[in-house]
């Protein structure tokens, strides 16, 4: 798709070109999903026996994954997603593919999810619409492991021999991807797990972003640390002669965080409140922009305020919107007047795309519904989005 280079012709209400990749019967698909996670209650209601049915083997499997998997899915295998990947390569989107399961505990389970995560990178490598991959550290060890690892407390022998597995296990997923020349996006988790998790993504930095960023971490600024850590991940970065990759959030374990912390008795380590979480992002974006490309960074974010904040800096610095270094990404099923817009506009714009089966990406759908049900005005710009687009297609 050709890139306009144009900083005018960058709007989030364009909803022709935000919606070109659906057919009139996606769209309505879409609006009356959306209107469904609109009520709270339903969304509770609903996601309470979705999890009673799978686990007393229900046959709903059909019904899941012809509306909330599709929706924000891929597919269950990675063939399954070739043709979605496509679809959203021909407007202009690129794909990052992220292994759905969520975390298992045995190191059978483990091993598996590496064949899996260097399936992944091997299907991107041959496919240049797919640049990036995401992981979850979760997904090749324990996570009590990564808990004493983060508390600084003494390891057993068998522990040592899985910490030292893990990074075997981060370092065969690290070469692959440099071997690949596929971008690796490492997710954050929760905070009490976080610093290993920093420390092993750092290590795997310094090996392979001496020439080009191919390792990612990830930033939650809705953490009031974060901003810090940002700053002092960059110059540990040029002292060490790296480029620093990181992909800014703003967080997804809020509720978790600020409960265990009410329970065990130490201050939160979540923001006092929204404005503190956008200032820090905003900050974060600022930062980035200030080092570009010493840091090579990824906006993934569903604000429209600070998608346009990052774009327009980028251009006012002369930056090439194209730059490899700088990258905008958005959930599949989700904002696609701002990721379909940002590469209309000639800029690096993607969608994160979950794929596994749908008994094991259950948990992942689950926390999708509740969110969007949770975050104050989400469902209703979406809605809103829709509706436009439906009245301007006259399908009413």
Wanted: glycine letters at 6%; a neutral charge; hydrophobic letters at 40%.
């Amino acid at each position: 798709m050709a890139k306009t280079h144009n900083p005018t012709a960058l709007s989030f209400e364009n909803t022709e070109v935000a919606f070109a990749g659906k057919s009139n019967r996606e769209l309505r698909k879409a609006y009356w999903l959306f209107r469904v996670m609109n009520s709270q209650t339903v969304v509770d209601v609903g996601t309470h026996l979705t999890r009673i049915a799978f686990q007393i083997g229900l046959p709903v499997k059909t019904l899941v994954k012809r509306t909330i998997y599709q929706q924000f899915c891929g597919g269950e295998t990675l063939p399954e997603t070739a043709p979605l990947v496509e679809r959203l390569a021909q407007n202009g989107v690129s794909t990052i593919l992220d292994y759905g399961v969520e975390a298992k505990e045995s190191e059978a389970e483990f091993d598996q999810n590496v064949a899996e995560q260097l399936r992944a990178i091997a299907f991107a490598n041959g496919n240049r619409q797919v640049p990036y991959v995401s992981c979850k550290v979760t997904g090749y060890a324990s996570f009590d492991l990564l808990e004493k690892m983060h508390a600084h407390q003494p390891l057993s022998p068998g522990e040592k021999a899985a910490a030292a597995r893990l990074r075997q296990r981060l370092d065969q997923i690290g070469t692959a991807a440099a071997q690949s020349d596929v971008a690796l996006y490492v997710d954050a988790e929760e905070s009490w797990i976080q610093d290993p998790i920093d420390a092993l993504t750092e290590a795997l930095m310094s090996r392979y972003n001496r020439e080009k960023p191919v390792i990612f971490n990830t930033a939650q600024l809705y953490r009031h640390d974060r901003l810090a850590y940002l700053q002092q991940a960059y110059e540990r970065a040029e002292q060490g002669g790296y480029i620093f990759g990181v992909k800014l959030v703003r967080g997804a374990y809020m509720e978790k965080e600020r409960e265990r912390a009410r329970q065990m008795g130490y201050p939160s380590p979540i923001q006092p409140d929204k404005a503190a979480t956008d200032r820090d992002y905003d900050q974060a974006l600022q930062f980035c922009l200030k080092h570009f490309p010493r840091i090579a960074f990824c906006v993934a974010t569903h604000n429209e305020t600070s998608c346009m904040l990052a774009a327009q800096g980028a251009l006012d610095r002369g930056a090439d919107p194209h730059h490899p270094a700088l990258h905008f990404a958005q959930l599949f099923g989700m904002s696609d007047h701002i990721s379909f817009n940002l590469a209309k506009a000639g800029f690096n714009a993607s969608k994160y795309v979950p794929y596994g089966p749908v008994r094991d990406v259950i948990p992942y759908l689950i926390r999708r519904a509740e969110e969007n049900s949770s975050v104050a005005g989400q469902i209703g710009r979406e809605l809103g989005l829709i509706r436009s687009e439906i009245k301007r297609r006259e399908l009413n």
